[in-house]
């Protein structure tokens, strides 16, 4: 009876939680998991390092796909910005996600040779998509409601 009550009590507990605060965060793709984020000015310096590696990053999200919402610029506190790309177009971010705080995971890609940007094409209209030597392929993203103004934990360097 004990553990009944207690279960029930966690249970009332976290749905009181959630609709009390129901557009705290929504999560695109797989919920992060990693614990210790990697700031972006540590990835962008060291590639080669983290390269195929799975990493978490956060920041404030100042760009993003106008056409198919696949990849977002996310700017941390010290000006670094990183392209975070949903490469296979799985997960979609509204154009409204601008301004908010992110967290990403995903694995960090590599090409010394890459182009910058490359031209597509969607619904008959050519638009460039950024295609930089650094960038994040996208498993998952946590989004903060426009009022938040924290990124989470702090990044290790």
């Known amino acids: 009876m004990k553990r009944m009550s207690v279960l029930v009590l966690a249970l009332v507990s976290l749905a009181s939680f959630c609709l009390a605060n129901p557009d705290a965060t929504k999560t695109y793709g797989k919920a992060p998991t990693v614990k210790e984020p990697v700031t972006i000015t540590t990835v962008k310096a060291e590639p080669a390092k983290y390269k195929d590696q799975t990493v978490l990053i956060s920041g404030r999200v100042v760009d993003v796909c106008r056409h198919a919402g696949c990849w977002v610029e996310v700017e941390a506190p010290d000006s670094s910005r990183i392209i975070c790309k949903s490469l296979d177009e799985s997960i979609s971010f509204p154009k409204d996600v601008v301004g908010r705080m992110i967290q990403v995971q995903g694995k960090v890609m590599y090409d010394a040779k890459a182009p ?20 994040i392929s996208i498993e998952g993203a946590t989004v903060a409601a426009m009022d ?3 990124p989470g934990p702090k990044a290790v360097e």
């Open 116 to 135: 910058g940007a490359q031209t597509k094409t969607e619904g008959g209209e050519a638009h460039a998509c950024p295609a930089p030597q650094v960038l």
């Open 148 to 150: 938040e103004q924290t």
